[in-house]
């Protein structure tokens, strides 16, 4: 292929991809999304209400498929019967670990990436958050505070549609919001008895979520299905597939190129600039260069963290802008896994109509006005209460015309669960380098994980689980059922870090605005960025890095400095 | 079962004679096979463990007004689960435990469990329920098959359609609607 240029090049079309190529082709700008995987059709891959009786297996998954192909996308609940063709075959991709130091990396290779099975919560940070790395000496300051983010998740939350209910918390800032769903019986039940007995510190709010009650842009309001991670033909939730790409194609500037699997970014020393990025086309497996002004890259954070070690050059042996050397470093995760389920001893003579995929949250109370003894930061919990139905009979006493009638007639206790949601530390022992002998199936050097949860996480998890079981047992609940996972890091999929922003270029890969310290014309603005973590749910973050930095990109161009 | 499937299945579970050319004809020819056969053979249990399991999904979901385990194939569906799904260790211990609750059976005057009394019977599957967290033999069994046959009843069309009324999607969200378990 001969002249393939453009103005500015976006690799990845997830989450932040989809916002560079939204922002970039909206400023003006011809740009070209390179995507690593294949094509997505809607009407032809969305499996919404495929029924369990349409499956081999009705849901139960193809187990034995599974376990060749897909041995760690397979430990994530949506990897499941419909959803699995979402997620990456792990032998065409793979990447190592340490003996006994696994690293669980969740991945979707297509157009949309992870945005189609995402999890759809979306929190604003606060100050909190912003500061704790400063105030407490872990990795380094962010360049940030929250008044230079919070116009940008406007901006971002308006585009998205989210649902929430404000709150008027220091810690849990409000947002953009659409009316939420209400809270169910038990819930609303709940977050009274939670309210009186806390004094307002452990609150049950309604999740904030991607996901539209209303009308919006052309999307319409959630039906309710319950089964997002397999796709939505009413775009009601938020993705790449959408909402971002469908407003990026409408300004006639986008290409979007499938298959294009990113080698590396090119470095004109002479310039001190990129000039383009090298991909390998994955069908043909054919070596193509493609030309720009300016690179976004939003690969996902050990993607494109990968690309620029494999962008290595003279003047950057370690990897392509790593002259601070922390180009790899610092990876992060959250922590789940730790929480209680217990049995409602209220509401029996009520019922919910409509399958929320999202139900309840509880910001973060620890380390806000006193000091947890055991850890640093804070978690938050994700949870529902639900009636089980049909699905509690395995699990119930019985046989025979009488348990049947039961399934059948009646739904069972409100069972009401908590799931933690907690903050890993940075950390510059946990990194990515590449494997010196691993490549994946287009011949591009893999990546070598190591990372553990510390002792402060795994403190973290253990609180998780008393603070559960006492709100259930505030709630009057019975039968408490308490659980703790010794997952590996990367289950919870929230990877973040080994790119991170900073305010010196001699700890920090790139500046406040996502760009890069040593090639100022490459931009990083997925996960890979993060200084930190706090506790939420990182996209709506990622989101609104990518349009702050796609506005100064713009700025740069317009003032030639690119 | 989507057409796509049908093939899958198909070439999972036979050695096909010959495949037709083209991918359209293969799929014809698949749906005609599977039309042909009815039903989806067994390929784990024989026949005296398929009349076991019969039976005893039978007792746990019976015929009512409503349709049972039987008429709604969920011994075929376990079969399948036992055949492609489950690993050889599973598999063996499921099949060791239906051998179990045959020989609980025999020290209860009768040959097999299928020979029992039905009052006998259910005097067994009461024992069983109560030993549901056993790890192996008979408790064991009976739990696995409690699971997968409510799993596959409640999972199947027939019984989502005419039984559950499954509502698919929704107008909007309504979390305190008055219930009262229906008599």
């Avoid at chain 1, 505070?145 to 209910?165: N, T």
């Avoid at chain 1, 709940?190 to 979520?209: P, Q």
């Avoid at chain 1, 190591?450 to 006492?470: G, H, I, P």
Wanted: charged share 25%.
């Amino acid at each position: 292929m001969d002249d393939m240029t453009y103005d500015a090049i976006v690799v990845g079309s997830g989450i932040s991809g989809g916002w560079a190529a939204k922002e970039l082709t909206e400023h003006g700008l011809r740009t070209i999304v390179l995507e690593a995987g294949r094509p997505i059709d809607p009407a032809v891959d969305y499996v919404q209400n495929v029924r369990p009786y349409d499956l081999r297996y009705r849901g139960m998954g193809d187990r034995k498929r599974k376990d060749r192909y897909q041995p760690i996308q397979r430990n994530t609940g949506a990897c499941d019967e419909w959803s699995s063709k979402f997620f990456v075959n792990d032998l065409e991709n793979p990447y190592s670990f340490p003996d006994g130091k696994p690293f669980y990396w969740i991945r979707g290779r297509q157009v949309g990436g992870r945005s189609i099975m995402w999890g759809r919560c979306v929190y604003r940070w606060s100050d909190l958050d912003f500061e704790a790395n400063a105030k407490e000496g872990f990795g380094v300051d962010w360049p940030l505070r929250y008044k230079d983010l919070a116009p940008w998740w406007s901006h971002v939350e308006k585009f998205v549609g989210v649902q929430g209910r404000k709150e008027n918390l220091a810690t849990l800032p409000d947002g953009e919001f659409q009316p939420p769903w209400e809270l169910n019986a038990a819930e609303q039940r709940s977050r009274d008895i939670l309210l009186a007995k806390f004094g307002g510190e452990r609150l049950i709010t309604n999740a904030r979520l991607a996901v539209l009650t209303q009308n919006h842009d052309g999307r319409a309001a959630c039906h309710l299905c319950g089964h997002c991670p397999r796709g939505c033909m009413t775009f009601s939730y938020f993705s790449s597939i959408n909402s971002t790409l469908p407003a990026a194609r409408k300004t006639g500037r986008l290409t979007l190129r499938p298959f294009s699997v990113v080698h590396s970014v090119i470095y004109d020393p002479a310039k001190k600039r990129a000039t383009g990025v090298r991909f390998i086309d994955a069908n043909t497996k054919q070596v193509i260069d493609v030309k720009a002004k300016v690179v976004f890259l939003c690969a996902s954070a050990m993607e494109s963290t990968r690309i620029l070690l494999n962008s290595a050059t003279a003047e950057f042996p370690t990897g392509l802008g790593n002259s601070s050397g922390e180009l790899g470093h610092n990876l992060m995760d959250h922590i789940m896994d730790g929480g209680a389920t217990g049995t409602l001893p209220f509401a029996l003579d009520r019922r919910e109509i409509g399958n929320r995929p999202d139900a309840i949250y509880v910001p973060r109370f620890r380390n806000i006005k006193t000091k947890h003894p055991n850890f640093l930061r804070g978690y938050g919990f994700e949870g529902r209460a639900e009636r089980a139905g049909w699905d509690r009979g395995a699990g119930t006493p019985g046989f025979g015309a009488a348990f049947k009638k039961s399934l059948i007639k009646d739904l069972g206790p409100w069972e009401m669960s908590f799931g933690g949601f907690g903050e890993m530390l940075p950390r510059h022992e946990n990194y990515v380098s590449l494997d010196p002998h691993l490549v994946d199936s287009w011949g591009i050097p893999a990546l070598r994980v190591n990372c553990v949860y510390s002792d402060n996480e795994k403190k973290m998890q253990e609180d998780m689980v008393v603070s559960a079981t006492e709100m259930l047992e505030a709630l009057g609940a019975t039968n408490i059922r308490t659980f703790k996972e010794d997952n590996p890091p990367g289950l919870v999929i929230h990877e973040s870090g080994t790119a991170r922003m900073g305010r010196d270029p001699k700890t920090s890969v790139l500046n406040s605005h996502n760009q890069m310290w040593d090639v100022p014309n490459v931009f990083v603005t997925d996960g890979a960025c993060m200084p930190s973590t706090a506790n939420q749910n990182p996209s709506i973050t990622y989101m609104a890095l990518t349009a702050r930095a796609a506005d100064y990109a713009r700025q740069l161009l317009n003032r030639r400095e690119l | 079962m989507r057409r796509r499937e049908v093939v899958q299945f198909l070439g999972a579970a036979l050695a096909l004679p010959f495949i037709p050319r083209g991918t359209e004809a293969a799929i014809e020819f698949g749906e005609s096979l599977h039309l042909r056969l009815g039903d989806v053979p067994f390929r784990t249990l024989n026949r005296e463990q398929q009349a076991l399991v019969t039976n005893i999904a039978e007792m746990i979901i019976p015929e009512t007004d409503t349709p049972g385990a039987t008429s709604v194939k969920v011994p075929e569906f376990i079969d399948l689960i036992l055949t492609d799904w489950a690993d050889d260790e599973e598999r063996a211990t499921f099949l060791a435990g239906l051998r179990d609750i045959d020989a609980r059976a025999a020290t209860m005057g009768a040959q097999r469990f299928v020979d029992l009394t039905p009052t006998r019977k259910t005097e067994l599957l009461t024992a069983l329920d109560a030993a549901n967290s056993d790890k192996a033999g008979a408790g064991l069994a009976f739990a696995r098959l409690k699971a997968l046959t409510v799993y596959g009843y409640f999972t199947s069309k027939r019984v989502e359609q005419e039984v559950l009324h499954t509502q698919i999607v929704f107008m909007g969200y309504q979390g305190n609607v008055p219930f009262t378990p229906a008599a």
